[in-house]
């Protein structure tokens, strides 16, 4: 079997570029509740907005740098499908998304108990 390490590379960087890509939107929305909350000082906010842009920055650079743009848009496209297909499914059985993510079903008790 043969193994194109360029392409591994290629595409584990992808999927990392993504995953931290997912978790910067994950942080941003944070940071808004945050700030519309009133939970943060004035230089709170600024550096929090300083970091993102940052971040946002670092990720378009290794993109550009990488040429990962249209290979994290698709992974990112196919992740947006199969996020959509869940919450489809999850809603047509009737349940909804409840807090940190469950599913708002109860959960099945597993050896640590409910």
Known sequence: MEIDESNLKNGLLTLVVTLVEIIEEALESQAIR????????????????????????????????????????????????VVDDIVRGLTAQGGTPGPAGQSGRPRRPGPEGP
């Open 34 to 81: 945050r700030l519309e909350g009133g939970e943060l000082t004035e230089e709170e906010q600024e550096r929090l907005g300083q970091a993102l842009l940052d971040l946002d920055d670092a990720i378009g650079q290794i993109k550009t740098d990488h040429g990962l743009e249209a290979s994290v848009a698709d992974l990112r496209s196919g992740l947006d499908d």
